[in-house]
């Protein structure tokens, strides 16, 4: 029933995708391990120890931040929020853009006219205007951004999910499912919705790697969580007046940021060329 | 088309020669952080309005940098009536950018602008409210009528709202051309605005103080502080006016051949204020335990590189009702933790901070703060706001945390302007605390004109905010100026109102 089209294994020797797996595995496992490897959080403020260079002191091989925490703790510790915003508002975003997709492609007429009309004025709003509106309006905080990234992301999904429905929708395999009398929510989500994952799933890699961006950028601007919880975007927003004086209160978050979302993006360009045979086309 | 090259070649040669003759006498570049929008006096309360047009236009008082009133466009003043009367002598022969002679009428005309419809339209308009009418004397003698005497008038009369306009071009060109096309009677006149971008001044020699060293001056929009800090290290900024220099970029700046940062003690003072009416922090022995818990002097020398001084009240040492005597709380975690068993708090209590999410240094004062207050038991977490969000939406609506940020400019060196506003009852920075008490007094200092009277009123005030433990007071803060060494003669302004008259520049 998949027609998931997987392209013999020497595609598993892939370059792109030892790579992509090896940064997104690493950096993973050490998030997932960062409660053993540092059990003090690197929240310990010391203020006669800040802005010590990488080295400088065996207990701190990173160096430390203007507060004297401890860098290497806080930017492990500080990838469980990235990559929590990163990968949970990927997936909100994919279960509410399949729903709306699904049903505004398979219906047509007002549902669709509604569904889409309501994604271009979505569309139509620059990302963070929408921020700065809604944490005013809401509040801050993670649970907060996470639906923030969701409601501004959504879109791109239902629109691709309706796409590739209406170009598979009057296909034999659909009108003879509809000729049988197959219940439409079986349809949708047993006949149509395995026919077009591939692309969605394509999407959401490059849409975790782009979150974790967004989540910097918005705590960067003084728009996300409690500074005192580490995390790679606002770490870096730290940093940056310490730039000439002190780089590595910026540089070690930021190559965190670049290799989690070099993997992602590896793993990425690795599922497209694997469930997508055809051609570079279709992203 | 041969002609048009030779004449093009011919203004190309002419230009360079007046652009030579121009740098010869030397030309300035200062970073500004903020566009005001509209140079309109009436239209603003920015700061960074006021360190530009400072040098554009001039009211009937001056305040320079040693913070003394002295005459601007008015010879010398009186009060009379029992200070419900103030009469100024206006300077003769001085004229604005534009040729108009300024006199009697153009006060008059300022005046009843800034009161009028006009006027009511903008921020400024609340701070001149005392003022009732202006009669014209004569060609060179005005009366202010007042409807009650307001102590600080003088001094405000010295900025902002109070800069003397120009009537007939006003009336002749219209408020909307004059918001971008300004013309006063102060030593520079602005002939090239370009919005977001910047603003060129050039020098005006007819000035009634002289005519200014420099030619010209520019002032640059930038408001990201590393690309105003790389510009003055490239040589293409002179001199970066505050607020723009993050504390942490001080050694950069210093670090850097031929600039250095200059420091003056501000009037910016900041506190973490409380939440008076619910959560822990509506009780007195709470909000004491809290300021005594934190090392203010620590954070100071870390964190601010020394660059601010403890204060007791919400108040810098300059202010007019500062006192000396007044000692800030003591760091004293022990007594702290005693006072907060006292008041039944359990240790693990939960408050929250509200902070401005783009300060960054005061993000990490912040966190020092919540790490000492998770010294006595008390779990604080901090809220990032956008400013504008927290300043006009969160805390006038009361809708803060237990605890939230702010930051005060007071530039008119006098604590009333501070303390009306922070603590009577429904001011719009008071969303919380009612006092009768603290009522009766701020309203009593306005109406004395005795100067030791209403100092000694205005320190009561201070010391009664100070025992009820209003506000956590951290810190006042210094006026951070990056300057280049080719700029001679810089004096900084502690009110952040720089004039340019006596700067020159080497080559």
């Known amino acids: 029933m998949l027609s998931l089209n997987f392209p013999s294994l020497r595609r598993f020797k892939n370059f792109e995708f030892i790579l992509g797996i090896l940064l997104v595995g690493g950096i993973a496992a050490a998030i997932l391990l960062s409660g053993w490897l540092f059990p003090g959080g690197g929240s310990d403020i010391n203020l006669a120890m800040r802005l010590l260079p990488p080295m400088a002191e065996s207990a701190y091989p990173l160096g430390t931040d203007p507060l004297g925490r401890d860098l290497l703790a806080r930017v492990v510790i500080g990838g469980e929020i990235s990559l929590k915003v990163g990968v949970y508002s990927a997936l909100g975003a994919v279960m509410i853009g399949i729903v709306m997709g699904l049903v505004s492609g398979y219906y047509g007429g007002i549902i669709d006219m509604l569904v889409m009309r309501f994604a271009d004025v979505q569309l139509a709003l620059p990302f963070i205007l929408l921020a700065i509106t809604f944490i005013a309006v809401i509040g801050g905080g993670l649970t907060n951004m996470i639906i923030l990234l969701i409601i501004s992301q959504w879109v791109q999904y239902a629109r691709l999910v309706r796409g590739s429905v209406l170009s598979l929708k009057d296909r034999e395999f659909i009108l003879s499912a509809q000729a049988i009398g197959v219940r439409d929510v079986r349809i949708l989500f047993q006949h149509l919705l395995p026919n077009l994952i591939g692309p969605v799933i394509v999407l959401m890699t490059l849409n975790v790697a782009n979150n974790i961006l967004l989540e910097s950028s918005l705590t960067f601007l003084g728009l996300g969580v409690d500074p005192s919880v580490p995390s790679w975007g606002g770490m870096l927003a730290e940093g940056r007046t310490y730039l000439q004086t002190a780089w590595w209160v910026s540089v070690f978050p930021g190559l965190a940021i670049l290799l989690t979302v070099l993997g992602l993006n590896l793993l990425g360009d690795w599922l497209r060329d694997t469930l997508d045979p055809t051609g570079r086309t279709s992203l | ?507």
């Open chain 2, 1 to 507: 088309m041969k002609n048009k090259r030779a004449l093009a070649k011919a203004l190309a040669a002419a230009s360079a020669l007046s652009v030579s003759a121009v740098s010869q006498a030397g030309s300035l570049t200062v970073a500004t952080p903020q566009d005001p929008g509209s140079w309109d006096p009436i239209d603003t309360f920015l700061v960074n309005w006021a360190s530009l047009a400072t040098n554009v236009f001039d009211g009937l008082t001056y305040r320079g940098p040693d913070l003394e009133l002295v005459p601007g466009l008015a010879t010398r003043w009186e009060e009379l009536d029992d200070g419900t009367r103030l009469r100024f002598e206006l300077r003769e022969g001085v004229t604005f950018h534009n040729g108009e002679p300024f006199d009697a009428e153009a006060v008059k005309f300022t005046f009843e602008r800034l009161l009028g419809e006009e006027g009511a339209k903008g921020p400024q308009r609340s701070n001149y409210t005392a003022i009732e009418s202006v009669e014209v004397i004569d060609d060179h003698t005005v009366d202010f009528h007042l409807s009650e005497p307001d102590p600080v008038l003088l001094t405000k009369l010295a900025g902002y709202g109070a800069m003397i306009v120009p009537p007939g071009y006003i009336q002749e060109h219209g408020d909307e051309h004059f918001n971008s096309n300004p013309v006063g009677t102060g030593p520079f006149k602005i002939v090239d605005y370009r919005p977001r971008e910047d603003v060129r001044l050039e020098a005006f020699a007819e000035h009634w103080g002289g005519a200014p060293k420099l030619d010209s001056v520019t002032y640059r929009f930038i408001s990201e502080p590393s690309t105003a800090v790389a510009e003055l290290q490239s040589g293409r900024v002179d001199i970066v006016i505050p607020p723009t220099i993050p504390i942490g970029m001080i050694d950069t700046i210093n670090n850097h051949d031929g600039i250095r940062v200059v420091s003056v003690p501000s009037p910016t003072v900041e506190a973490i204020r409380f939440n008076t009416q619910s959560g822990i922090t509506a009780d007195e022995k709470v909000r004491q335990a809290m300021i005594m818990a934190v090392d203010r002097q620590a954070i100071i020398d870390s964190i601010l590189a020394g660059e601010g001084k403890v204060i007791a009240s919400f108040q810098s040492a300059q202010s007019f009702g500062h006192d000396p005597e007044l000692e800030p709380y003591p760091h004293d975690p022990e007594r702290a933790r005693q006072l907060l068993d006292e008041a039944g708090v359990e240790p693990g209590a939960n408050v929250q901070i509200d902070v401005r999410g783009n300060d960054a240094t005061f993000g990490e004062v912040a966190q020092v703060v919540a790490a000492y207050l998770q010294g006595v038991g008390i779990n604080a977490s901090i809220q990032p706001y956008e400013t504008n969000v927290l300043l006009n939406d969160i805390i006038p609506a009361g809708r803060t945390g237990e605890m939230f940020q702010q930051k005060w400019g007071g530039w008119t060196f006098d604590y009333d302007n501070t303390a009306y506003l922070m603590y009577h009852t429904g001011e719009r920075w008071n969303p919380y605390d009612s006092d009768e008490e603290l009522d009766r007094m701020l309203n009593a200092q306005r109406g004395i004109t005795d100067r030791a009277e209403r100092e000694a009123m205005l320190q009561e005030i201070a010391r009664y905010t100070q025992e009820r433990a209003l506000e956590m007071p951290l810190y006042s803060l210094n006026a951070l100026y990056g300057v280049s060494d080719r700029v001679q003669g810089f004096e900084p302004a502690p009110d952040n109102r720089l004039r340019l008259t006596d700067v020159s520049v080497s080559e």
